[in-house]
């Protein structure tokens, strides 16, 4: 769906975000209003010293679908304000990859309110995130 990187319409950036090129996201599919879904793979290069996906990646793929997803919902940029993870299962490389799909609970002018789920291939629940996200000003200057 977004496989090469997009100049966004005011010039003012890449969508999807460049910070997220090294984890090779394909975002597979899209429904405005509800939801966005992409897929990465799993690299040993991810791994804790126990063997496993570093919890922070989890934060990262969360991250990679809740940032564009406020941008195609609310044609703006948008800011964190939280991000909570629940973490269920640990991922290897023997997962090989990981879905996630970014739900959208509630929009208003203002704010932007969406949860998460990260699935193995095999459908099992890996980690949920819930966010809050502020919309901000279109003619905010930097």
Do not use: W
């Not at 890449?14 to 394909?26: G, Q």
């Amino acid at each position: 769906m977004f496989k090469n990187m997009l100049q966004i319409a005011d010039g003012t950036g890449l969508f999807p975000p460049p910070a997220t090129k090294h984890l090779d996201i394909e975002y597979v599919e899209y429904k405005e209003g509800d939801f966005l879904k992409h897929k990465a793979p799993i690299r040993e290069s991810y791994y804790n010293p126990g063997g496993s996906v570093f919890g922070g990646y989890y934060g990262m793929f969360f991250d990679a679908a809740f940032g564009p997803f406020s941008f195609l919902e609310s044609q703006s940029y948008c800011a964190s304000l939280d991000m909570n993870i629940c973490f269920l299962q640990p991922l290897t490389v023997s997962d090989q990859e990981i879905f996630v799909t970014a739900n959208l609970l509630n929009k208003s002018k203002s704010f932007l309110i969406m949860d998460a789920k990260a699935h193995k291939p095999d459908g099992t629940l890996v980690a949920t995130a819930t966010t809050r996200m502020i919309v901000l000003d279109h003619a905010r200057k930097k």
